[in-house]
Structure formats: C-alpha cells, structure tokens
C-alpha cells in the first residue's frame, strides 16, 4: 500500500502552503484559461504572458487541494522564461511521470522538472492523477488560445 | 443507540473487510448503502432458480419470475404508502424517475412561459432535467434559498409559487442533510394548482415514508441507496397523473400492440417500463424492502437521529472552531449526512488521509454544485450513516480527523 508519505512529500506541502506565482496579469496581452475538476470540483486559472515564443510570465489563481494547487505553483516556476517548445517538452515529461502516454505514445523526452519531481507519488493513487495534471491542461489552453 | 447496529452489522458482507489491515469505517451510505446477505440472496437464487424473461412466457419459470417482480412491486407499493401497484414505476434509478417526469409530464404540460420551482439545495439530478426541459420549452427556473442554517428559506415562497406549474425538490439533502417541511410546501403548491414532485433518493432510505401523509404527486428513489443493488430505482406517481401522461421509451413491454402504423401503449405501469427490466435487481430491491421493514423504518429513523446528534455532539467537542459542519444543528431537523470542512484543507486531502485509517468518506461537490456555492465552498468532506454504523465509527473519524491535523496544519 502506498502511503501518505509517497503524496504529500515536504516540497508538495511547502508549494501547497507557499505558493510562487499565485495571482492575475493583465489581459491583454496576457492570455487567461480556466480549467476544472468536474471530480471535485478544482478550478484553476492560468494567465500567461508570451513574448517572442517564450513564456515570459505565468500566474494561476483557482482553489482546489494540496495536489493541484501545488502542481500549479510548481509548473509556474518551471515554465516561466522558456521556450514553448520546452513548455511542451515538460508537460509531456510530467505527463509521462503520470504514466499519461501523449501523442501516438512516443516516449516522452526527458526534461528536468526541478521540484515536480516530488510528485512523482502521485501515480500511485489514481484518483489523483487528474488533480496534477489539471494546470497542465489549462496551461496548454492558455498557450493555444 | 448502537443497539441496532450491533443486531445489524453481521449482516452486511462487506463490513467484515478490511482495508489496508485495518477494519473497514463506512461513512459513505448517502453515496450508496451496503448490501446485507438477505439481498444477495435473493438475486443469487433468481439467477440460479428462476431465471427467465418476465411477462410472455407461458411456461412455469417464466411465470415465476413474472410473479417475483410483480410481489416485489407489491412490496414497494406498500412501503411508500401507495394507493396500488399500477402507481409504481421501476426505472434505473431516481436520476431516471425525474427524468421520466420531466419528459414525459414536463413536455405534455408544460408552455413556453410556465416556472419550474427547484430549491438551491438540489442534486444535479433533479436541475439538470429541468435545464435540458427549459432549453426546449423556455420555461423559467426558479430557486428557494436557504438560510444560514441550511434550512430552506420560505418567507417568499408565495411570491416564488406564482405561475409555477411544477415544484420539484429533495426531501432530504444529499449535503446538509436537511429535511425540509415537505407538506407545508406541496400544500402551499397544490393551492396554486402546481404539481410536486419529490426527490426521495436520500429520505426513502431513511425516514418512514408515506406518499399521502407527505402530500407529493410524484417521488423518485434509487434502490442502491436503500440496501438494494444499484440499476434499479422507482418512480411513484399519483395514478391519474400517470394515466394522461405518454411512455417514456418505446420498444418492448410498453405496448398492448403494434403495427405497421403506430402502437398502442400498454397499461400502468408497464406503459413506462420499455424493454426487459433489471428483474434480478428488482428482485434485490424487494429483499431490500422486506429487510428494512424486519427492522422497522422508525428504527432506523431513530437510530439515524441519535448517531447523529451523537457526531454532531463529539465531533464538535473534540474538534473545536477547526471543524465546520453544515447544515440544520438539529438532528431532528436532518439526517444522518454531515458534510464538513477542518480548517482550510481540501475535502479531496481530508478523506486522502482518511482513507489511510480506512474511513471511506466522500469528497467533492456532491452533485450539487449550486449549493456549494451558496455555502461559499467548492467541495466539502461528507461522512453518512446508515443503519449499520455505531458510535465506535464516528469516533474512528474523529480520530482520523486529528490525522489531518498533523499533516496540514499550521506548522
Ligand atoms: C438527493 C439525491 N437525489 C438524486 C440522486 C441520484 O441518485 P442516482 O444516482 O441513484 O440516480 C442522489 C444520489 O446521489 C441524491 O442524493
């Protein structure tokens, strides 16, 4: 049996009761995006500001648990100041860890994901999953829209 | 108190599990109640015994099974209180009884112009019917709000009732568990020529029920909740209502005759039951009825009211200003659902942890995300009980809770 230690590690707490990050930017010219957790009811915002194909500044807002509100804070600091093309290849390195397979299952590119890293627990409570990977989701509308 | 959980618990299989080691707590019966022996029984015997398809066949299993469902129909009449069989109405579950309503009664008597009065303290189930229905026939939504209490808030309900041709509310809340003044208000809507409609998912379970003395015209209820198997759930509806109104589904079981040109639909009740019906869980539903009543409605009752008042009492001890419970803090005013919040950790953290010390609790919006938003909250941790939990499972959450404490609490 898995336990509590495996999900709530110390980094996932301390983004959890510190968030980086968390607020609004202006839009325009930042976009905005929201996604929810039809489960339990998370909501999270994403408001990203790109300039010349980089993310130059991300914030969320939203409320849900531990888990996504902490993966926001986390994918926060991951994303801002890069690439899209390294957004994307993050996203699809967390996913992977996710055991998410993403377009036609090839294996995902191994990226550094810095503190997400710690959420590697969370594949082993199911349930769980779509908290984590909900920022993902909206962070990849917010990039499209 | 535990009286009734001690005569009752061995009867229920799944509760001599354990989870993780640990015994099984199960607080989630407002989600779906456990199955006692007597109940499995009886579907496991139709399967082996009797198995065959109802209503046509003229051989002797045949009838058997035929004779099964009908007694088992028999045994809800009666436990509802309803004037006959014709009256009950066996759908998949109560999701389906409204939807039934909604289709069949809402499509037939319902105009552009007519209001729909719902409560702010709906399951989905019995809103989101009526949004479908008013996309269609743009018909008007109308709410009664609650009070701080969680009590349905009625000071306005005669203006509210103004050319409303449908009330349509839960008899027992699936979050706060309140129990709200159900004659009071069908006698106000029946004063206005209006129809009431019932969600009985949560209070059939739980409370005595008699359609007549609760002055409804249609209730819904799902079997699964009621220690019957799930895909099986009734629709009552007052004979006359159902008589004028057209079949929900075509096909099988529904016609007295067909041909190249139309059909004829066949007689209550099966005029509303299409197709081969769930005959084995109908079957359960009936063991479930007859195990209920063994005990007595009243008791059950009773016992829910005392646990209750029992949680409320201890938990709030114990837990202090850290522990929001909502909902009417009169036990006799709600049933056995308490839906709380510990200080500002997520409800999806809260039965995270509590599922370690085996305590099965819901998290979530409940089905009824317009509530969560007039509580202010965008999910709540839910414990409920049911006939077969005692003091010693409410104090396991209790423990539990002091869990979460340690986890997230302030550091
Ligand atoms: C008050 C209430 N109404 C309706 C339902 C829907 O029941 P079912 O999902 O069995 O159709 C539920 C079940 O959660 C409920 O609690």
Redesign the interface.
């Known amino acids: 049996?898995p336990?509590?230690e495996d999900?709530?590690r110390e980094i996932v707490?301390d983004h959890y009761?510190n968030p980086r990050n968390r607020g609004e930017l202006p839009c325009p010219p930042a976009r905005r995006a929201e996604g929810f957790n039809p489960?339990?009811?998370?909501?999270v915002v994403v408001y990203t500001d790109l300039a010349d194909g980089m993310v130059r500044d991300v914030r969320f807002g939203g409320?849900?648990?531990?888990?996504s509100?902490s993966t926001a804070s986390m994918m926060s600091v991951a994303v801002k100041g890069r690439s899209l093309e390294e957004v994307e290849k993050l996203e699809r390195s967390f996913k992977a860890m996710m055991s998410i397979v993403t377009d036609g299952g090839e294996v995902a590119p191994p990226a550094d994901l810095g503190d997400l890293e710690a959420l590697r627990g969370v594949v082993k409570?199911p349930v769980?999953i779509k908290?984590a990977t909900l920022c993902w989701n909206t962070l990849t509308e917010s990039l499209r829209s | 108190m535990s009286d009734l959980a001690a005569a009752t618990k061995a009867d229920f299989p799944l509760l001599s599990r354990d989870v993780y080691g640990k015994p099984i707590v199960y607080l989630d019966s407002a989600a779906t109640s456990q199955k006692p022996q007597a109940v499995l029984d009886a579907m496991d015997g139709y399967y082996r015994t009797v198995n065959a398809n109802v209503h046509r066949g003229a051989y002797h299993i045949a009838d058997i099974a035929t004779q099964a469902m009908e007694e088992a129909r028999a045994k809800l009449q009666h436990f509802v209180g309803a004037a006959s069989p014709r009256e009950i109405i066996f759908c998949r579950n109560a999701t389906e009884a409204v939807n039934l309503v909604a289709h069949s009664w809402g499509r037939t008597n319902l105009r552009e112009g007519d209001a729909v009065l719902l409560t702010h303290m709906e399951h989905h189930a019995n809103i989101v019917p009526w949004h479908m229905l008013a996309a269609e026939l743009d018909i008007e939504l109308r709410w009664l709000p609650l009070d701080n209490d969680g009590r349905l808030d009625l000071r306005n309900l005669d203006r509210l009732l103004d050319g409303v041709r449908l009330v349509a509310f839960s008899a027992m809340s699936n979050v706060l568990g309140t129990i709200p003044p159900i004659r009071r208000i069908a006698d106000a809507a029946h004063e206005r020529g209006a129809v009431v409609l019932l969600d009985g998912a949560q209070y059939v379970p739980h409370v005595p029920t008699d359609v007549t003395e609760l002055g409804c015209d249609f209730l819904a209820f799902s079997g699964h909740k009621m220690c019957g198997p799930t895909g099986i759930g009734v629709l009552w509806g007052r004979e006359e209502l159902l008589e004028a109104m057209p079949p929900f589904m075509g096909g099988g079981e529904m016609i007295l005759n067909v041909t190249t040109e139309g059909f004829l639909p066949n007689e209550l009740p099966w005029k509303f039951e299409a197709g081969t019906p769930a005959i084995a869980e109908v079957v359960g539903l009936g063991a479930a009825v007859d195990y209920l009543s063994g005990i007595g409605m009243e008791a059950v009752r009773r016992h829910d009211t005392s646990l209750t008042a029992y949680a409320l009492r201890t938990l709030t001890e114990r837990h202090g200003e850290r522990l929001t419970i909502h909902g009417p803090a009169e036990p006799a005013a709600r049933g056995g659902v308490l839906s709380f919040e510990y200080g500002d950790v997520h409800a999806h953290d809260i039965s995270q942890v509590l599922d370690e010390w085996a305590v099965c609790v819901r998290a979530g919006h409940h089905c009824a995300k317009p509530l969560m938003r007039c509580l202010g909250v965008v999910a709540t941790a839910r414990a409920s009980v049911y006939i077969y939990n005692d003091t010693s499972d409410i104090d396991e959450l209790s423990e539990a809770l002091d869990r979460v404490g340690d986890l997230f609490g302030p550091q």
């Open positions: 049996m336990g509590l999900l709530y707490l009761r489960l339990c009811g998370d909501e409320q849900g648990c531990s888990i509100q409570f769980r908290c």
